[in-house]
Structure formats: C-alpha cells, structure tokens
C-alpha cells in the first residue's frame, strides 16, 4: 500500500443504515467535499446518500447493510490518493468517484493495486480508462466523444468567427480543450488564441483584454465553473459581446451565481439530463420533497451505486473480480435508463447534448 500523506482531508463514515447491523459492507464516496468545487461534491454526496438509504430501506446488499464512507480529495491529485490509500485501509468493497479526472487518474494506481472496484460518475478524460485497468468504470462520456459534439457544434454556429481556446491545465481542462480543438482542426478551422489560465485566480482582465484585442467572438473554455464564472463576467464588464462555451464542469448552479447576468447565452456540452427521464421521476420528486433539485452529478453518482449493487447482487459476491465480470457483462436498470460498458469500463450509450444558460437555468439549447 501506498504511503498515506500528510494532512489528509477530513473523511468520514456516514451512518445511512437504522440500527445495528449483523453485518455491513463498506463502500466510498471519494471527492471534492470542500473546497472551491465543494458544489459537485455536495451532487456526488446527495446521490450517493440517497443511493445506499434508499439499498439499506430495502433489506441493503446481499443480505448486508451498505455503509458509506465520504472522503474529501479536494479535486488535488496528491489528496486524491492520500484518500484512495484510506478507502484501502477501510478495506471497502467499491469507491465511486473521484469526480476530477486529475483525482481520479492517480487515485485508480492504487484502487488497482489494493484491488477495489471504482466507478466514476464524472470522470471524462480518456486516460482513465484507456489503460486497460480491469477495476474500472465511468458512468458518464468521454472527452473525445465530448470534444467532438463542442467541436461540431461551433463549426455550424459559429462559423467564420474567431475562437479562444482557453483550457486550465488539468487533466479535465486541457484534455477536453484539447478534443475541441482538435475537431476543430481536422475539419480546417484555426483557432485565432490558444491559452492557458491558472484556476483560483480573481482577475483576468488581462486576458480579456487580450482577447477584446483580437476580436474574439467565441471563448471555449476547457475548465470549471469558478473560472467560468469569472471569465465571462469581466469579458461583459470590458464591453465584450463574446460567448463562452465549456463543457460539463459548468453544469452547476455555482456557475451562475459568479457570472449573473453576464452568463446568460452561455453554452455547454453535457450527458442528457437523466431528470428528464420518466424512470428517475419518482428519484427527482423525493430529492425536490426535500428541497434539493438533483443537478448535474447527482443522479449519475446513485446510478453508480446502482450498479455496483446490482452486480454484486448478481454476482452473490462483493469480490472485486466476481462483481467487475458482472458489471463488464450486464445490463443495469438504474435513473440513468438502461447502462452497460464496453471492453474499457465506458458506458455504451453516451449522450453529449448542448446546453444554454438563460435567466440562472440551463436546458438543451432548442
């Protein structure tokens, strides 16, 4: 097992089950729990809560209650394994997450070293799952199956305009950037900018200057919503008329709250939206009984424990090789409608869509 790191986030076991147990089985819900994308954390958290209440009303898993354990990598890689090495010493039998490809990457050396299943909800570089690991999966797309929807999308609306391609050098940003960039490319269109930021920063005013400059009409943007936010909202304060364009890290309410009014008209590529499906109906209606409204990650992160339960159900195993075969070789029923993965670990029916914020929602684009 790897060496455990200093000052490791705060992670703890969350009591979802009712009275004492003869038995349980431990799983982990591993990321940003704090810090500044703590919002998809809280859509990670809230499904997964939801997930093993709702497995544990019913009797739990094989026989045994599901508890959960949180652990909070912050989305910073060295965290991210500090808490992969923590979920191997609670010796769980599956961690769904980490939700930043750059946690998650690192985090899966060591889930296939200590042998533990993980099943991502928002994880989309390609990397994670292009090794070849046997132990993982990912409910959501890809950023090459995502890149290219982003891509297709600006050469029909937005051509002959002059794009910046900013990316803020994660293992997410600058993967995605670089998909979009590269559909862009192949089908002959030249970005006018190619830039990096640094994420956390509060000014970028000299790149929007820069980019004002150039006569940018498009800014797609490979990052989170916090940069997001930002960006755009002083790109309007300098008098730009630009768009910004970004994909599923802008899938939070979050990204409104910083931008305002200068957000409306922003785009995004995102899965379909499962609270649009008639099978998560009833899922959506209990989290809105408690005043919560299941965005982005949330139903992706209860599908995922979906999963994992329904194959170890099927499998009559929690071992790692009994309940991957069964994930490799099934058909799950969950929120997110029918899911099975290919040869890799990826879902078979991604579903890229496009976006737009208006008036502090977002919906498909008409």
């Known amino acids: 097992m790897r060496k455990l790191s200093t000052g490791l986030a705060v992670i703890a076991a969350v009591g979802l089950f009712a009275g004492a147990a003869s ?19 809280e859509q990670m958290k809230r499904g997964a809560e939801m997930a093993v209440a709702d497995l544990n009303a019913k009797g739990g898993v094989n026989g045994q209650k599901v508890e959960l354990i949180l652990g909070d990598d912050q989305c910073d ?51 994670f799952t292009d090794r070849g690991y046997k132990n993982v999966f990912r409910v959501c797309g890809r950023d090459d199956q995502q890149g290219i929807v982003a891509g297709d999308y600006i050469l029909e609306k937005f051509k002959g305009k002059k794009v910046a391609i900013l990316h803020d050098k994660t293992a997410y940003g600058k993967g995605l950037a670089d ?21 956390g920063e509060k000014d970028y005013s000299a790149l929007v200057s820069k980019m004002k400059a150039a006569g940018i009409e498009l800014i797609y943007l490979g990052g989170y919503h916090p940069e997001g936010g930002l960006i755009i909202r002083q790109a309007k304060e300098q008098g730009m008329n630009a768009v910004l364009m970004g994909g599923d890290a802008l899938v ?49 992160t209860y599908a995922a424990v979906q999963i994992w339960a329904e194959a170890a159900t099927q499998a009559k195993s929690f071992k790692t090789s009994d ?31 496009v976006y737009v914020w208006k008036n502090g929602s977002y919906d498909y684009v008409n």
């Not at 038995?23 to 954390?41: D, E, H, R, W, Y």
């Not at 998909?179 to 930021?197: D, H, P």
Request: some cysteine; glycine content about 8%.
């Open 77 to 127: 890689p060295k965290q991210a394994v500090a808490v992969a090495n923590r979920a191997a010493q609670e010796k769980v039998a599956a961690v769904i997450g980490h939700f930043c490809s750059g946690s998650s990457i690192p985090a899966s050396d060591v889930y296939k070293e200590e042998n533990i299943l993980q099943i991502t909800p928002a994880s989309t570089n390609p990397t």
């Open 23 to 41: 038995a349980q089985v431990k799983i982990a819900l591993n990321g940003p729990i704090t810090g500044q994308l703590a919002s998809f954390g």
């Open 179 to 199: 998909e979009t960039k590269k559909r862009l490319n192949s089908k002959g269109v030249q970005e006018t900018m190619y830039e990096a930021i640094t994420p």
């Open 323 to 353: 309940v991957e075969k069964a994930i490799r070789s099934g058909k799950f029923s969950t929120v997110l409608n029918e899911v099975s993965f290919d040869a890799k670990g990826d879902t078979t029916t991604p579903a890229y869509k």
């Open 252 to 300: 939070d309410k979050q990204f409104w709250a910083i931008s305002g009014p200068a957000g409306e008209g922003t785009l995004m590529t995102f899965d379909a939206d499962p609270r649009k499906n008639e099978a998560a109906k009833p899922l959506v209606d209990k989290f809105k009984a408690q005043g919560y409204d299941p965005e982005g990650y949330t139903l992706y």
